[in-house]
């Protein structure tokens, strides 16, 4: 494998980032390259699998690939809602064994996903399992998106511009996110 081909963008818990640009030029073209490389278009993602949530003016958008069993998923999901004018689309992806599974299925087959989505990240209510059939093909179709497009954990952000990142960030940084998806 070529290593100068490779990219590489660390962070760490109390928020230091590794930037790494050209070496000669001093250029910093990291944020291009890993946009290009992690990218998704968000105009052709199945938002109809998503659950869907606005927060104030739904104005930016935002989808996460989220477990129901994932703290720093929660965590994400709080922040965004506290940002505000952010409509956000939760694609469940239970990834942590069958205990998210069920859970994401009680959820999507519930009669009002986004509510008990946001009342199991805000209070820990489960909404239990859904009285008769569900059709939760949508987790399915979630699991082969994901796979399509290498998504290996979560939580992990697709912003409206495409550009991906993988993994809870500050809510600083998914504010400045979104504002830069935003005027593009």
Same mark, same amino acid.
């Given at each position: 494998?070529?290593?100068?081909?490779?990219?590489?963008?660390?962070?760490?818990?109390? @928020?230091?980032?590794?930037?790494?640009?050209?070496?000669?030029?001093?250029?910093?073209?990291?944020?291009?390259?890993?946009?290009?490389?992690? @990218?998704?278009?968000?105009?052709?993602?199945?938002?109809?699998?998503?659950?869907?949530?606005?927060?104030?003016?739904?104005?930016?958008?935002?989808?996460?690939?989220?477990?129901?069993?994932?703290?720093?998923?929660?965590?994400?999901?709080? &922040?965004?809602?506290?940002?505000?004018?952010?409509?956000?689309?939760?694609?469940?992806?239970?990834?942590? @064994?069958?205990?998210?599974?069920?859970?994401?299925?009680?959820?999507?087959?519930?009669?009002?996903?986004?509510?008990?989505?946001?009342?199991?990240?805000?209070?820990?209510? &489960?909404? @239990?399992?859904?009285?008769?059939?569900? &059709?939760?093909?949508?987790?399915?179709?979630?699991?082969?998106?994901?796979?399509?497009?290498?998504?290996?954990?979560?939580?992990?952000?697709?912003?409206?511009?495409?550009?991906?990142?993988?993994?809870?960030?500050?809510?600083?940084?998914?504010?400045?996110?979104? &504002?830069?998806?935003?005027?593009?």
């Amino acid at each position: 494998m070529n290593l100068r081909r490779r990219l590489l963008l660390a962070t760490c818990t109390w @928020g230091a980032t590794a930037t790494i640009g050209h070496a000669q030029t001093r250029r910093d073209d990291v944020a291009g390259r890993f946009k290009k490389i992690e @990218g998704f278009d968000f105009d052709k993602l199945p938002l109809q699998d998503a659950i869907t949530l606005v927060h104030g003016n739904g104005k930016r958008r935002i989808a996460v690939f989220s477990d129901p069993r994932c703290g720093h998923c929660q965590r994400v999901d709080k &922040d965004l809602k506290a940002i505000g004018n952010v409509t956000v689309h939760v694609f469940l992806y239970p990834v942590l @064994g069958e205990e998210s599974v069920a859970k994401a299925r009680n959820i999507l087959c519930s009669a009002r996903p986004a509510m008990n989505w946001e009342q199991w990240i805000e209070k820990g209510i &489960d909404p @239990g399992a859904p009285a008769g059939r569900c &059709d939760a093909s949508a987790l399915q179709r979630n699991a082969a998106l994901g796979k399509r497009y290498d998504v290996s954990g979560t939580p992990t952000l697709i912003f409206g511009d495409g550009t991906r990142v993988p993994g809870a960030i500050r809510a600083a940084w998914i504010e400045q996110l979104l &504002d830069a998806a935003e005027r593009r």
